[in-house]
């Protein structure tokens, strides 16, 4: 954060100062100007927008020939919710959610683990909800985004620690960062909260109007307002990543929200940082926007990747237990929904009685397909390895988009 209140006039906001009775650790905050901004786009910033969208029709239209989309392509939504959770600084994993729903052991991380499945959960069930209402920016309303923030915030923090689930923050919020060894000092402090509900109302009549700007320069646009707002207690990142989703199915750029930005989040935090405040105090939005659409274009190109490995694997599956009994084939299917599993669950996940349920696992066990996570007689717990080594599988290693369409 700059010293002083001067800002050069390319700025979009500017930093006013706080009482002096608040008790706070700074002395001023930053008020962003609503959307949108002064901007004209280079012709760079025009052709990565148009190398983005390609990159997310792409992989839209991918998803568009697979008949069992959704249960294929499952474990991406783990995969996000994996690096958005890491990026909060917590150690969740796919495994550790996946076992947390089968019944593992993962007591020592239930409340960052629950965050983690509630992001999953809140991706599910709003953008069915936008789905339900109409595919239009229109839609995205100041209740589904409290709605989101809700479920996201949601059971996972104690009640000492309470995050204030689909409300806004009733105080000063700040962020900070080390300069040395066991010091902290402000980073930036966003608008006072009396501020909050009417920069909120702003930005959603913003993203329901029809704007001049590309749908994915936008998407960069208001992500950077959201995050300038910070209008939660708790989950503002979370909440800016999952709008980002939601803004790329209204516009019809995505049929379902089979894509994630929190992998290119992780691996480039500084800058995704450095970028958002260098918009705040230099008005730096062409670089800001190109982070973040290149970002776009990358996890496009990884989440088909990722989609190929699953969609051979499921085929794989299906051609040699073709002629196996039908409880067999049902959980198969049920592998890329929940690649850890209990008999118990799985005779729930396919319908069917526990025998039967127990014969189709003991069948996939003699096929390597499932092995046993721990060796016991009661409460016997599976994974699917082939599926949980293609959702950690590192991004370097896919495939490229000309090897998946080949």
Not at 70 to 80: A, G, I, S
Not at 101 to 122: C, F
Request: glycine fraction near 6%; hydrophobic fraction near 40%; aromatic fraction near 8%.
């Amino acid at each position: 954060m700059k010293r002083g209140y001067d800002l050069p006039t390319d700025a979009p906001g500017v930093y006013m100062p706080v009482r002096t009775d608040r008790g706070v650790p700074f002395g001023k905050f930053y008020r962003p100007d609503d959307l949108p901004p002064e901007l004209t786009l280079s012709d760079e910033t025009i052709q990565l927008a148009e190398r983005a969208m390609h990159a997310l029709g792409r992989l839209d239209g991918f998803r568009g020939q697979v008949q069992e989309a959704d249960t294929v392509f499952k474990p991406l939504l783990y995969k996000e919710a994996e690096q958005s959770s890491q990026i909060e600084g917590t150690q969740v994993t796919t495994t550790d959610m996946y076992r947390a729903t089968a019944g593992g052991d993962v007591s020592a991380r239930s409340r960052d683990v629950q965050e983690a499945m509630n992001y999953v959960e809140a991706l599910q069930s709003v953008s069915e909800r936008l789905l339900e209402s109409g595919r239009s920016r229109e839609n995205i309303t100041l209740d589904l985004l409290l709605e989101l923030h809700r479920t996201v915030m949601e059971t996972g923090q104690s009640d000492e620690d309470d995050p204030l689930p689909g409300e806004f923050r009733p105080d000063y919020a700040w962020i900070e960062e080390s300069t040395e060894p066991w010091q902290q000092s402000i980073r930036f402090v966003p608008p006072k909260a009396e501020m909050v509900e009417s920069m909120m109302e702003a930005l959603l009549a913003y993203v329901q109007t029809p704007s001049r700007f590309p749908d994915i320069v936008d998407i960069a646009l208001v992500h950077y307002q959201i995050e300038t707002i910070h209008p939660f207690k708790d989950g503002n990142g979370r909440v800016g990543r999952l709008l980002a989703i939601l803004m790329l199915v209204a516009s019809d750029a995505l049929t379902k929200p089979l894509f994630y930005m929190s992998s290119y989040i992780k691996a480039n935090r500084e800058e995704y940082t450095d970028r958002l405040l260098a918009v705040s105090e230099e008005g730096a939005w062409e670089e800001w926007i190109q982070f973040f659409v290149s970002g776009m274009c990358d996890q496009a190109e990884e989440v088909l990747g990722r989609a190929k490995l699953l969609l051979d694997q499921y085929e794989a599956y299906q051609e040699a237990y073709k002629s196996a009994p039908e409880s067999v084939q049902r959980l198969i299917g049920v592998l890329f929904e929940q690649p850890y599993l209990t008999v118990p669950m799985a005779a729930e996940r396919i319908d069917m009685s526990y025998p039967a349920a127990n014969t189709a696992v003991d069948r996939l066990v003699d096929g390597d397909v499932l092995i046993q996570v721990e060796e016991r007689e009661r409460n016997r717990e599976f994974v699917a390895t082939d599926v949980m080594a293609i959702v950690e599988r590192d991004a370097a290693e896919l495939p490229s988009p000309a090897e998946v369409l080949q």
